[in-house]
């Protein structure tokens, strides 16, 4: 698969890009157990417009990253083109839209998902963008707005006649949030649609080397993106990437070497940040989906996720391994679609 210029192999692993997820320290671990494209955090294109420092914090990249995308957002074509100016500054890989996002304080401004209900819109800001870089750009969207409402299909020929180089595709509508499963069926139609030539990434569910390879072969897309399966589990792309391989699943972590790789990530964040609170909190969300099923868990899992400092999470972290250390992790929860 290429985008581009820039080479990504065969199938490659996507991380999808996730507001206050997708910093530094979780792309390290990301990228550590086998993802091949990182994205930073979606950024506010008013926000880069007007200079705000926190947003410009975003787009920081490493060459560890690499290859690496900075994905934008906005309602404005003239603010978006000027942001992704400002992104290309950054020295990204590419640059991404953000036509997919389904959370409220996106799509009230009609950003995001509310793309999806004007798309002769979006194909000129897609069209605009593209003329304004000179990075590759791709985007990402959902199937559409509703079940009623889904112009997948027209949306990708649009995008493609816009210009971008690839198209990554949430198999849900912006009514499910993330609700309910994901739907491939129409990623695999608007794949095999004999019009499109851009590679299309497919996305949604992929919580298990096996649904990735049941994903792949009935859709035949060119790449995969995981998104909230990876957080407090970095190592999905690992399994993913084995399964692929062997058609083996990868046996899961014990708690104890879980323990390890969150302290890893916890310790970059804590390098990273200014002040070891605002590390320690960043790591909440995390922090909540590290131990799946473990019994009589609560109360860790409580003090864990209302530690404030370095030293109340290690003691709660060496109390974690001492009950059940040996212990193998299961992921096997509908809860991490």
């Keep these: 698969m290429k985008i581009g210029n820039l080479e990504l192999g065969n199938t490659p692993l996507f991380l999808a890009p996730m507001e206050d997820v997708t910093y530094k320290s979780f792309r390290w671990m990301c990228k550590k157990f086998g993802a091949d494209v990182m994205y930073t955090e979606f950024v506010s294109s008013e926000a880069l417009v007007r200079d705000i420092q926190k947003t410009r914090e975003k787009m920081h990249l490493f060459e560890f990253d690499r290859p690496v995308a ?15 100016q400002v992104a290309e500054e950054s020295q990204p890989d590419f640059i991404d839209i953000n036509f997919g996002c389904p959370m409220k304080k996106i799509i009230r401004h009609g950003a995001g998902a509310a793309m999806l209900k004007d798309l002769p819109k979006m194909q000129q800001m897609a069209a605009e963008i593209v ?28 995008l493609q006649d816009a210009g971008i180089q690839a198209l990554a595709i949430h198999g849900r509508t912006r009514e499910q949030l993330y609700a309910g499963e994901a739907d491939w069926t129409l990623i695999g ?15 949604g569910d992929i919580n298990s080397g096996e649904k990735a390879k049941r994903f792949l072969d009935e859709t035949g897309v060119d790449g995969l993106m995981i998104g909230r399966g990876a957080i407090g589990r970095p190592w999905l792309f690992r399994e993913v990437k084995h399964y692929l391989s062997t058609g083996e699943e990868f046996p899961q972590p014990t708690v104890a070497e879980a323990v390890d790789v969150l302290k890893e990530q ?12 605002s ?19 609560r109360e860790l899992k409580i003090a864990l996720l209302r530690a404030e400092t370095n030293l109340e999470v290690d003691e709660i972290l060496v109390k974690i391994v001492a009950q059940y250390g040996d212990q193998q992790l299961d992921f096997n929860q509908s809860s991490l679609k």
């Excluded at 906005?74 to 942001?83: C, D, L, Q, T, W």
């Excluded at 310790?267 to 940040?273: A, H, I, R, V």
């Excluded at 590390?279 to 868990?297: D, E, S």
């Design 131 to 158: 003329k304004a870089v000179s990075v590759p750009v791709t985007a990402k969207t959902r199937l559409g707005w509703t079940a009623a409402d889904m112009p997948i299909l027209e949306a990708a020929e649009r």
């Design 189 to 203: 139609e608007v794949k095999n649609n004999p019009k499109i030539r851009i590679p299309i990434i497919g996305n």
């Design 279 to 297: 590390g320690i909190l960043m790591m909440r969300r995390h922090f909540a989906k590290y131990f799946p099923g473990l019994p009589n868990f």
């Design 70 to 84: 900075i994905q934008i957002y906005g309602h404005n074509i003239e603010s978006m083109v000027r942001a992704a």
């Design 266 to 277: 916890m310790f970059m964040n804590l390098e990273w940040k200014d002040n070891e609170r």
